[in-house]
């Protein structure tokens, strides 16, 4: 099962974005988060510092499984910048390098579900004492394959942000390990049939909930928007 990365990738919500790293207790790592930072990195005590951007991405397999079939007849006009969406609405979107060999993908996107879940999830990770009182979300997002060459390491959900009812940005939290309250579908790869779905963990604070859903295609443009509720 895939570790989430190491260095947590910043998307703007309002001003700016909060984001979080959780590392298993055996490496004696932290979570922390900070509104002023764009990102986030945290290695295990002792350990050398680590790199301010993602590591680069491993080279393809020699002899990589079969690539998932990819429907020549699916609808591929990309959904504008601004639109905004009720939960479990799809939206085609383009992802720039998510591909083999930094290729771009073109996919289906359709967030299935919000989950509240709670702090006693992560026994196991060494979360900070500031961060006990938050409530985590789990939010599964699923994803069809319309054009491009797959990677068999996808990460595919690096853009998506979560909001509360009150716009603020929630703490987009990496995992350094596995949570079995929220894990990818399949764990690596695609299916035969081109689609996956991967979960990725948000905190809010106590009181709050997750409220929309951010996808962020490009800098300085304007999200495409879930809403879990009509306001």
């Known amino acids: ?23 298993g ?14 990102s986030i990195t945290l290695p295990p005590s002792g350990a050398p510092p680590a790199p301010t951007s ?6 393809p397999p020699a002899s990589p499984s079969p690539s998932p079939s990819v429907s020549s007849s699916a609808p591929l006009g990309i959904t504008p910048p601004g639109t905004e969406l009720l939960m479990g609405e799809a939206a085609v979107l383009s992802l720039p390098g998510a ?49 491009g060459e797959p990677s068999e390491e996808p990460e595919l959900s690096n853009p998506l942000a979560a909001a509360t009812g009150e ?9 350094l390990g596995s949570l079995p309250a929220c894990a990818d579908d399949p764990a690596e790869g695609w299916t035969e049939d081109g689609t996956r779905t991967e979960c990725e963990v948000f905190f ?9 859903l951010l996808w962020y295609a490009a800098p300085d ?3 495409v928007t879930w809403r879990l509720e009509q306001e």
């Open 167 to 175: 716009g603020d940005a929630a703490a987009k939290v990496s995992l």
């Open 99 to 147: 591909g083999a060999d930094g290729g771009d993908l073109t996919v289906l996107i359709t967030p299935q579900a919000v989950e509240q879940g709670d702090i006693a999830d992560f026994e196991g990770f060494e979360v900070a004492e500031e961060h006990t009182d938050d409530t985590p979300y789990y939010v599964t997002v699923g994803y069809e394959l319309l054009a």
């Open 25 to 38: 207790c055996d490496g004696g790592g932290t979570v922390d988060g900070s509104a002023a930072s764009p």
């Open 221 to 223: 443009t304007a999200p």
């Open 54 to 59: 993602p590591p680069p991405s491993p080279s």
């Open 1 to 23: 099962m895939r570790n989430r990365r190491l260095v947590a990738v910043a998307v703007a919500v309002t001003t700016a974005s909060v984001t979080a790293t959780l590392t």
């Open 204 to 212: 809010v604070g106590s009181g709050e909930r997750v409220a929309s």
